[in-house]
């Protein structure tokens, strides 16, 4: 007799959805850590790429929203380049702003801003910093 499982009772729910909107077979990632070790931004967050991709394939979806490892990543590509599997971990870091914006749970406020940092700042640095951090 043969068993099938489905994707969704395999890896849970939320790393259904985070791989349904990012494209990507998470369960690829064999935590190697090539991204981690060639990510710029690593030295600021808290969790590691590679870290949050585990995290991901496991479902701990509270876990990555405490995270701010997820609003740091620049997006520059270079853990996809990287990647011995071809994993787009910029993708999936994507999906899981995606995921959190959309319980109305904004990484910056605007509103608690300095004016004086706003006005030094260049105008398109704060409307593409507000389009991927805010809801």
């Known amino acids: 007799m043969r068993v099938t499982i489905s994707p969704t009772r395999l890896r849970g729910e939320f790393s259904a959805k985070v791989a349904e909107l990012s494209g990507q077979n998470l369960r690829l990632c064999y935590q190697c850590g090539k991204c981690s070790a060639g990510c710029p931004m690593a030295f600021a967050m808290d969790l590691l790429p590679n870290q949050v ?21 620049a997006s520059c590509l270079a853990c ?27 990484f910056v406020l605007p509103y608690e801003i300095d004016r004086d940092t706003i006005a030094e700042l260049p105008q398109i640095a704060l409307v593409s910093g507000f389009r991927k951090l805010t809801s």
């Open 80 to 106: 996809t380049v990287r990647c011995p599997k071809g994993v787009d971990i910029a993708r999936v870091m994507e999906a899981l702003r995606l995921l959190t914006l959309r319980k109305n749970v904004d």
């Open 53 to 73: 991709m585990r995290l991901v394939q496991l479902g701990l979806a509270e876990d990555i929203a405490d995270c701010r490892t997820i609003w740091l990543c």
